[in-house]
């Protein structure tokens, strides 16, 4: 204690505010240091869960007693505990984002329920269990069901009801074959209900359409999605970009047309009429008894005979007429416009470089060929489609390549935090503490050695390791009177002042005030020596 006080008395004003500055930063370092090392690292529990899940599930972390902290909607705890939290909570039924299911009817007695009661809490027991299971998709957060079954009285049995489901996602869309699941899943478990009556809406993204109720634009997406993949087969992942443009009708539209063709007739009806007449006129002979006899032969007389014959035809033609007629409903595709370019075909040159060129025109007709089945080209309707092939444009060489991320991305911040502080602190203490204290150590013999050169006027003798001999001036002088030899250890320094004052305690006090720092350096040097001695 004594040493460390005449340490502090020996110190100017300057160096003690050094001294408690440091003292100063080294305490708030490690003091930092040892509150982040103590502090208890955090984890993410929950998070986006509205006010009611949130406050069932604060209340079952407080019974549990592991420290937790709320930031706006998210609920996070100690890491170490984070895992084990989430099992209990599930145990538990937590979050509960689907609401109650059956066991809704499990608290309802006969005594004071009425149908309507029990009909109400039956639907509502329904939702529940049907935004549970839809709960189980994997990229579903929330569900929420509603069914309106209208109640069948008196002989009204055959009624339909209607069903909604409105899901919020956790990012990933909800798509058409998704949707249509859903309707089956719903319609299954209600009566009576087809699937077309139940409707599934995102909640970031609106109404999802059923596959029979396409928009223009999933249409668009569909057939782009088709050409791509059919020229990827040909040209290779990333050497096709289709753009496909649908112009669909907005309005109903009906549209009647009549064509006549005057140099065309045709043959409306057509009427025959034949008329046959047949006659025959004959004179008898004189009347005679025998004549009306029974066996009596008639007499021969002159007979006349008369044929006739006539055939009539009528024929009625018409002018051709030709009728036709549209009716065009809203969503009706009006024309189809097609853009499709493709890269070029790489080419080694003469010297070694590659350079790309355009394809071949029977190849551009082959895949404008196969484009247009795949669209459904009609020339008729106005639709065009252009096959182009260009050089795409080529990329930097100077690109980064995914490397395998090393030991500091790793870590988690809180750990890059507390490297940074350990850094800081070892830093400090280099910097602040050893460096005062290596001065010190140094202080006494130089502060000795300066003693020495102020109060005497002849220094006493200091060994060394390298004898330095002072040059001598030109009377020959050899040996000074009253000075012991002077042996000084240092690396090559040449002490030869341009003018020698006659005494020699004179001339080493002057060589002395001219090199200072080298002089204490030298003496404390031969202190150290004498005192291991």
Do not use: C
Not at 150 to 157: E, F, N, T
Not at 439 to 468: E, H, I, M
């Amino acid at each position: 204690m004594q040493k460390l006080l005449d340490y502090w008395t020996a110190r100017s004003a300057s160096q003690r505010v050094t001294l408690v500055a440091a003292f100063a930063l080294t305490f708030l370092a490690v003091a930092g240091f040892a509150w982040q090392s103590s502090r208890t690292e955090m984890a993410l529990l929950y998070g986006g869960l509205d006010g009611a899940q949130s406050g069932a599930i604060m209340a079952e972390v407080e019974k549990s007693g592991v420290p937790y902290q709320v930031r706006g909607d998210s609920i996070w705890v100690d890491a170490a505990e984070r895992d084990q939290m989430r099992m209990t909570l599930a145990g538990l039924g937590l979050p509960n984002a689907g609401g109650a299911g059956y066991e809704i009817l499990d608290g309802m007695s006969g005594f004071g329920t009425t149908s309507q009661m029990f009909d109400a809490a039956y639907w509502r027991a329904k939702e529940g269990e049907l935004a549970r299971t839809i709960l189980a998709l994997p990229n579903v957060k929330t569900a929420r069901v509603h069914l309106a079954v209208p109640q069948g009285r008196g002989y009204r049995r055959d009624v339909a009801g209607t069903a909604s489901v409105t899901l919020t996602t956790n990012g990933a869309a909800v798509d058409r074959a998704q949707a249509q699941a859903l309707r089956f899943l719903v319609s299954s478990g209600v009566p009576g209900m087809t699937p077309d009556r139940v409707t599934v809406i995102d909640s970031m993204r609106g109404v999802v359409a059923a596959a029979d109720e396409l928009g223009p634009t999933d249409r668009e997406a569909e057939l782009k999605q088709n050409v791509e993949r059919m020229l990827e087969f040909h040209v290779g992942p990333g050497n096709a970009i289709v753009e496909l443009n649908i112009a669909v009708a907005t309005q109903a539209e009906q549209l009647t047309e009549q064509r006549f063709d005057p140099t065309q007739r045709a043959l409306v009806s057509q009427e025959s009429q034949e008329t046959t007449d047949a006659s025959t006129n004959q004179s008898g002979g004189p009347v005679t008894a025998s004549s009306n006899l029974p066996e009596g032969q008639d007499a021969e007389g002159e007979q006349n005979r008369a044929n006739s014959s006539e055939t009539r035809q009528v024929s009625n033609y018409e002018v051709s007429r030709t009728t036709r007629e549209v009716v065009t409903q809203p969503g009706a595709t009006r024309r189809l416009t097609v853009a499709v370019m493709v890269n070029g075909v790489p080419v080694t040159g003469d010297k070694g470089e590659v350079t790309l060129e355009p394809r071949g025109e029977p190849e551009l007709e082959a895949l404008r060929e196969l484009v247009a089945s795949a669209v459904g080209f009609d020339e008729e309707r106005g639709d065009v489609i252009t096959v182009k092939s260009l050089p795409f444009a080529a990329l930097s060489g100077d690109g980064t390549l995914a490397e395998r991320g090393g030991f500091m991305d790793r870590l988690e911040p809180n750990g890059l935090i507390r490297l940074a502080l350990v850094g800081l602190f070892a830093l400090l203490v280099a910097a602040i503490v050893l460096r005062p204290v290596l001065r010190a150590r140094n202080a006494p013999a130089q502060a000795q050695a300066q003693a020495l050169l102020d109060d005497s006027g002849a220094a006493p003798a200091l060994p060394g390791p390298a004898p330095f001999a002072p040059a001598q001036p030109a009377g020959g002088v050899t040996d000074l009177p009253g000075l012991p030899a002077l042996s000084i250890a240092g690396p090559d320094y040449d002490f030869t002042p341009p003018a020698q004052p006659a005494d020699p305690v004179a001339r080493l006090r002057e060589l002395m005030r001219e090199r200072q720092q080298d002089s204490l350096r030298i003496l404390s040097g031969w202190i150290d020596d004498k005192e291991k001695a």
